[in-house]
């Protein structure tokens, strides 16, 4: 057991005076030395290497010029004049009111149960509520009128 321990610290003071030895670079290389193969340059050699720069040609394109397919162009057209007719403005186009048929119930006097932004109503014909009229329940559908213009929603 002590040969083992004895062989062990042999090679571990082995190992690190070789790693001490070379870092201390007492032991001579084979590679020769950047610093003696770098030379600096002196302001002459750097002005002998350098060369002016020419300026462009003028033909080159411009990066940051638009393309003549997208540029606008003018056309030289005659003045026209526009022709109004007299006409009836037309009714603006009125939107279905976001209101949801949840049931009906027919009879002599038929009920509808009615939807409308989370709150939910019970109709009849020729009631009003939430600025919409009831025209007329049946069986299957319920007909609406909102701003003049008569709506069905159906089941």
């Known amino acids: 057991m002590n040969r083992w321990i004895a062989l062990l610290l042999m090679f571990g003071l082995v ?9 201390t670079e007492k032991l001579p290389s084979s590679k020769p030395l950047i610093e003696n193969t770098v030379a600096t340059m002196s302001i002459e050699d750097i002005t002998r290497l350098s060369k002016k720069q020419k300026a462009p040609p003028k033909e080159l394109k411009n990066p940051f010029s638009i393309p003549s397919i997208y540029r606008p162009t003018i056309k030289n057209t005659k003045p026209t004049v526009a022709v109004v007719e007299n006409t009836k403005p ?23 149960i009615l939807r409308y932004k ?38």
């Open 118 to 155: 989370g709150s939910t109503s019970v109709v009849r014909v020729d009631q009003e509520i939430w600025s919409v009229k009831i025209k007329s329940i049946t069986s299957e559908s319920v007909t609406i009128e909102y701003a003049g213009v008569l709506f069905e929603i159906r089941k």
């Open 90 to 112: 037309e009714k603006p186009i009125v939107a279905k009111p976001a209101i949801t048929l949840d049931a009906i119930l027919p009879g002599d006097r038929p009920v509808a």
């Open 15 to 23: 190992f690190w005076g070789v790693f001490i030895f070379r870092m």
